[in-house]
């Protein structure tokens, strides 16, 4: 049986449990979140739709790996809070599993509006997250980033590459436009980009062996986006 039958399978029981609309979700969501938590792990397959499990709140802090169907999917906050996250093109469903302890994922994955089962069945969240670590396991790194590169940084490249503005960077990271002019310079100068397109593209995988022009600095060495 393939992973989306598997998913689509999947009946109400104990510790499995359906949510039916954007508010219980993101109701129950905000239930589960409001204790400690370390960890979020995200899948979202090309075909699935931002509302509900795109769009889910979760405090700083958590520790996040994102696989996504392609770059595009990758929330730049996400990269900018130095969340992990790969590419796989074929993935089976949008999930999001809570410390290993619970998943959310949507009751027909042909159709996310449908609503969503929240599983606490610890034999089924076993399965999910054995299913999450392979596929991540297959998946690759959108991007090699160059030594020393700050999350923040790596967030401001990723929408230069996309083509925004310093104010349009500023308002997606809930930035000043003047740190963000500030941050782009200073990048500039440490790696000889000659305009904002060039650094993003120097920076954005197109040159990983980048030398820093800034005196008294080393070469940047290609590392990944979990270094």
């Known amino acids: 049986m393939s992973e989306v039958a598997w998913l689509k399978s999947l009946r109400a029981g104990r510790g499995v449990y359906p949510l039916f609309g954007a508010d219980a979700v993101v109701a129950r969501f905000a ?8 960890e979020r792990l995200v899948m979202i397959p090309a075909s699935s739709q931002r509302p509900l499990l795109g769009t889910l709140p979760m405090p ?6 994102w696989l996504g169907a392609a770059p595009s999917d990758h929330d730049v906050r996400l990269i900018a809070t130095g969340a992990e996250h790969r ?4 993935l089976p469903a949008k999930m999001v599993i809570i410390d290993r302890t619970v998943v959310m994922t949507p009751i027909d994955p042909e159709d996310p509006l ?5 599983i606490t069945a610890k034999p089924l969240v076993r399965a999910l997250v054995e299913m999450y670590q392979r596929l991540w396991g297959q ?3 959108p991007v090699r980033w160059p030594a020393g590169l ?4 790596r967030a401001v490249v990723t929408l230069l590459a996309e083509g925004c503005t310093d104010q349009k960077v500023a ?3 809930g930035l000043s436009r003047r740190t963000i002019t500030y941050t782009v310079a200073d990048l ?3 790696y000889g980009a000659r305009s904002r397109f060039h650094l993003a593209l120097l920076l954005s995988g197109a040159d990983a062996g980048i030398r820093s022009t800034r005196p008294g600095t080393t070469p940047g060495h290609a590392t990944t986006a979990g270094s």
């Open 188 to 190: 500039m100068e440490k």
């Open 31 to 38: 239930e589960i979140v409001s204790v400690d938590r370390s």
């Open 150 to 153: 700050s999350a923040r940084e």
């Open 171 to 173: 308002e997606h990271l």
């Open 139 to 141: 998946a690759a790194e």
């Open 87 to 90: 590419i796989l093109p074929a």
């Open 60 to 65: 700083p802090d958590v520790r996040t790996r």
């Open 114 to 118: 449908k609503g969503v089962w929240q």
